[in-house]
């Protein structure tokens, strides 16, 4: 079975700054997609970002990019110039491509961030 | 257009009583998820449905536990003589369909079940 880890239950930055929310996961697959999401107090859960493991470069989505290590097994979330509003949950997780449950989504425990005026 | 919806929002009951929980799909989508999502923890699997049958129901955690979905539409998670246990936010998700390739699960924004 696929784990997801997320390492930092919480961070903080100061607007305008950049920061950066860290993910591993472990699985004996070698395609995969792996996603950022966000959860505000709403408790919607947002798509961030996703990442197909058979992709080389890492993906962009405007201030949103990741640095996916294949090897390290690592997936890590960059938000440049932070805002007010990217303050939220953000939740790591896996699904596989194919097999008998490419539909479900292994998520970490989540990252809190705090962005500070 | 309208996106996934869950009512009630939230939801208090007493241990041992029967509670319904409903989610709204995006219409025309066929792939139909349900999450539960404890306190500092982040969702976990609990049964999909593909049309009306419940493709893979291996994430549900014992026999208290069933949903539907009799339409291939709506959805109702029924929990039977709830537990202080159960206490957590219920997600639905939906997609145009589900299987190999790539699409997006569009989440609601869950029921807060709290059991007193």
């Known amino acids: 079975a696929q784990t997801v880890t997320q390492s930092q239950p919480e961070m903080s930055v100061q607007e305008a700054e950049t920061v950066t929310l860290s993910c591993t996961y472990d699985?004996?697959?070698?395609?995969?997609?792996l996603f950022w999401y966000k959860q505000p107090p709403s408790r919607q859960m947002i798509l961030v970002i996703r990442?197909?493991?058979?992709?080389?470069q890492n993906a962009t989505e405007n201030r949103f990019s990741v640095n996916f290590q294949k090897a390290a097994k690592s997936f890590s979330l960059k938000i440049s110039d932070s805002q007010l509003g990217d303050a939220a949950m953000y939740f790591c997780?896996?699904?596989?491509?194919?097999?008998?449950?490419?539909?479900?989504?292994?998520f970490g425990k989540g990252t809190l961030l705090t962005v500070n005026p | 257009g309208a996106g996934v919806s869950q009512t009630p929002s939230n939801k208090v009951t007493e241990k041992g009583k029967y509670v319904e929980l409903r989610c709204d799909p995006i219409?025309?989508?066929?792939?139909l998820y349900w999450y539960r999502q404890s306190l500092g923890q982040g969702p976990e699997f609990l049964i999909y449905?593909?049309?009306?049958?419940?493709?893979?129901d291996s994430g549900l955690p014992n026999d208290r536990f069933f949903a539907v979905r009799p339409e291939g539409s709506v959805s109702t998670l029924k929990i039977q003589r709830t537990e202080r246990g159960d206490s957590a936010v219920y997600l639905c998700?939906?997609?145009?369909?589900?299987?190999?390739?790539?699409?997006?699960?569009?989440f609601g924004p869950g029921t807060r079940l709290t059991v007193l």
């Open positions: 998700a939906s997609s145009p369909w589900a299987g190999k390739g790539y699409n997006e699960q569009f």
């Open positions: 699985t004996s697959e070698s395609d995969y997609y």
């Open positions: 990442q197909e493991a058979y992709k080389q």
């Open positions: 997780a896996y699904r596989s491509v194919s097999g008998g449950s490419n539909y479900k989504l292994t």
């Open positions: 219409s025309g989508h066929t792939a």
């Open positions: 449905f593909q049309g009306t049958g419940a493709a893979d």
